[in-house]
Every structure is written in structure tokens, then in C-alpha cells.
């Protein structure tokens, strides 16, 4: 049995069309794939790249204490209420830590470097001298020297606060909302010049001002209480050190681009830990 082939002949018009599906399938391929030196992708995450992953805190494994790290910026970075990891590595008030300790995530008991107390060195006894009488010269009469006065901090910059408390981190237009899905934008950002002020959003203390957190640049953290703390990312300098006590408009850092491709306030609320849309506490534009 043999079979016979058949041609159908294709119209004008559909051979355009077909031509022109595979002209845009291509343009849309090329499109698709970033060209070398393009926009540069800020990863503020260092756990997997599931959303579920990201949404949830690391609950496995252990991390050990660097230079710079503090409790609340190793709790920050890998999604913990800083209370719940404190209790878990049987951490107590002031909440210090050392470098090289063991930080858990586990449940596990985490193994604490012995600690070597330090032993005054013996008295030497040196050989007695007599006394001899030392006559004392009046102080030559000079110009009292000026004294140098210390800058105070700036008063917080009076602005608009919502009805819990909070006002905004800085001025500019919003660029980038809070995704609630998982994505990598786990606050907002505010666009603005190089320099900018960046003010505290609400009444707290400095619990870290640094640069240890990849795809954050020079960040502050403030504590407000024992469940709110915000982070300030990208900035150019800081003007706060950790311990310090601020108030809400109090000028903390000056905007700048580090650890991103162009000027701008990241800024982030968590509570318990887990990051929450600051629009929800700032006031109304």
C-alpha cells in the first residue's frame, strides 16, 4: 500500500503571518536575555531562591560570628525576631556576642568556645628609694586655653507623623514598593540626591551601622521596641553609631548608592522579625 503526499498551498497572507510570528518570537527571545554590562540585580537574600524560602527564617544549620556582626543584624539577615534567637542560643540582656561564637538555628545546643580568664600579673617588688622632698613650683600665669566645643546632634526635623508614630525616612519620589510574595524587595525604596538626609523613622536605638549585609551597602538598623526594628540601606556616610539613642526626624545617614546601581533609601519595617510594608506606618502623601 503506498501512501501519496499532498501538498496544500499556503497563501500570501499566511506566509506573512507566519513570517511575522517568527520575526516577533525572535525579537521577544532577544529580548529576554539581558545584554552583557546591563541593569545590575541587588540580592538582599542569602538563603535560597524560592519565595517560600525566603518568606520563612533559616531554620537549619548555624553561622558563625564574624567582626561586625551583633545579634540583631545576624538576626535581621536570616529572618529572626531577635528575641527568638537570643532564647535559642541561650543569649541573655545586653545580648552580646563573640566573634568566632556559634550562632544555631537548629534547636541545637551550640558549642561555646571555652573562656580563658585572664590573671593579673604578680606584683614585682621594686626596691625602696628614700623619699626625697619635691618642691613645688607655682604654675606660671597663662591665657586660659579655649575650649573646644562638641557639635550637638541636630533636632529632629519636625515633619508629619502617621497616628502610630512614624514619619518618613527621607523625601523623594517611592521606585520601589514592598512585594509580599516572596520577591527579593522586602521594603521600599525612595529615590533622592547624593547626600540627602536620611532620618529615623521612629523613636529607638542603633543596634547596627555597618556594611556586613551583601546587597544593603552602609546600613543602620534601630530597635523601637521589643517587636518593630527598621533598616536604612544605601547610604554614603553614616552619622550614628551602634548603642546610640535617636529620635524620630533625627538625621542618621546621608543617602548615597552603595551596594546598588543608583542613588536611593532602601528602607525596611520587620516585625517579629519578618518584613512588613512600611507604607502601612508611615503617614499619608
Same mark, same amino acid.
Given at each position: 500500500?503506498?501512501?501519496?503526499?499532498?501538498?496544500l @498551498?499556503?497563501r500570501?497572507s499566511?506566509a506573512?503571518?507566519?513570517? #511575522?510570528g517568527?520575526?516577533?518570537?525572535?525579537?521577544?527571545s532577544?529580548?529576554?536575555?539581558?545584554?552583557?554590562g546591563?541593569?545590575k540585580v541587588v540580592?538582599r537574600?542569602?538563603?535560597?531562591s524560592?519565595?517560600?524560602?525566603q518568606?520563612?527564617?533559616?531554620?537549619?544549620?548555624?553561622?558563625r560570628?564574624?567582626r561586625?556582626d551583633t545579634?540583631?543584624s545576624?538576626?535581621?539577615?536570616?529572618g529572626?525576631d531577635?528575641k527568638a534567637?537570643?532564647?535559642?542560643n541561650?543569649?541573655a540582656a545586653?545580648y552580646?556576642?563573640?566573634?568566632?561564637?556559634i550562632?544555631?538555628?537548629?534547636?541545637?545546643?551550640a558549642?561555646r568556645?571555652p573562656v580563658?580568664a585572664?590573671?593579673?600579673?604578680?606584683?614585682?617588688?621594686s626596691p625602696?628609694r628614700p623619699?626625697?622632698?619635691?618642691?613645688?613650683?607655682p604654675a606660671?600665669t597663662?591665657?586660659p586655653?579655649?575650649?573646644?566645643?562638641?557639635? #550637638?546632634?541636630?533636632?529632629p526635623?519636625?515633619?508629619?507623623r502617621?497616628?502610630?508614630?512614624?514619619?518618613?525616612?527621607?523625601?523623594g519620589?517611592l521606585?520601589?514598593?514592598?512585594?509580599?510574595?516572596g520577591s527579593l524587595n522586602k521594603?521600599i525604596?525612595?529615590?533622592? =540626591?547624593l547626600?540627602? @538626609?536620611?532620618?529615623a523613622?521612629?523613636?529607638?536605638?542603633v543596634v547596627?551601622?555597618?556594611?556586613?549585609?551583601r546587597?544593603y551597602?552602609e546600613l543602620v538598623i534601630?530597635?523601637?521596641s521589643?517587636?518593630y526594628?527598621?533598616a536604612?540601606g544605601h547610604?554614603?556616610?553614616l552619622l550614628v553609631?551602634e548603642?546610640?539613642k535617636?529620635?524620630a526626624?533625627q538625621?542618621?545617614a =546621608?543617602m548615597?548608592?552603595?551596594?546598588?546601581?543608583?542613588?536611593?533609601l532602601?528602607? =525596611?519595617?520587620?516585625?517579629?522579625?519578618?518584613?512588613?510594608d512600611?507604607?502601612?506606618?508611615?503617614?499619608?502623601?
Amino acid at each position: 500500500m503506498s501512501f501519496t503526499a499532498i501538498q496544500l @498551498p499556503i497563501r500570501a497572507s499566511s506566509a506573512r503571518n507566519l513570517l #511575522s510570528g517568527v520575526v516577533l518570537s525572535a525579537l521577544l527571545s532577544a529580548c529576554a536575555s539581558p545584554p552583557p554590562g546591563g541593569v545590575k540585580v541587588v540580592d538582599r537574600t542569602q538563603s535560597g531562591s524560592s519565595s517560600a524560602a525566603q518568606r520563612q527564617p533559616v531554620s537549619s544549620g548555624q553561622y558563625r560570628v564574624q567582626r561586625g556582626d551583633t545579634l540583631y543584624s545576624i538576626a535581621f539577615r536570616f529572618g529572626w525576631d531577635w528575641k527568638a534567637l537570643a532564647a535559642r542560643n541561650g543569649i541573655a540582656a545586653p545580648y552580646l556576642i563573640r566573634v568566632g561564637q556559634i550562632i544555631r538555628f537548629d534547636g541545637q545546643p551550640a558549642a561555646r568556645p571555652p573562656v580563658v580568664a585572664a590573671r593579673p600579673a604578680p606584683a614585682t617588688p621594686s626596691p625602696s628609694r628614700p623619699s626625697v622632698p619635691v618642691q613645688s613650683k607655682p604654675a606660671p600665669t597663662q591665657a586660659p586655653a579655649p575650649v573646644k566645643t562638641t557639635p #550637638s546632634v541636630a533636632a529632629p526635623v519636625p515633619a508629619q507623623r502617621s497616628a502610630s508614630g512614624w514619619l518618613w525616612p527621607s523625601n523623594g519620589p517611592l521606585i520601589g514598593r514592598f512585594s509580599s510574595n516572596g520577591s527579593l524587595n522586602k521594603g521600599i525604596d525612595i529615590a533622592g =540626591e547624593l547626600g540627602q @538626609p536620611v532620618l529615623a523613622a521612629s523613636d529607638g536605638s542603633v543596634v547596627y551601622a555597618g556594611s556586613g549585609l551583601r546587597g544593603y551597602g552602609e546600613l543602620v538598623i534601630i530597635k523601637h521596641s521589643d517587636t518593630y526594628v527598621s533598616a536604612y540601606g544605601h547610604n554614603r556616610r553614616l552619622l550614628v553609631q551602634e548603642g546610640q539613642k535617636v529620635k524620630a526626624g533625627q538625621k542618621i545617614a =546621608e543617602m548615597g548608592s552603595t551596594g546598588t546601581d543608583r542613588v536611593k533609601l532602601h528602607f =525596611e519595617v520587620r516585625r517579629q522579625g519578618k518584613p512588613v510594608d512600611p507604607l502601612q506606618y508611615l503617614p499619608r502623601r
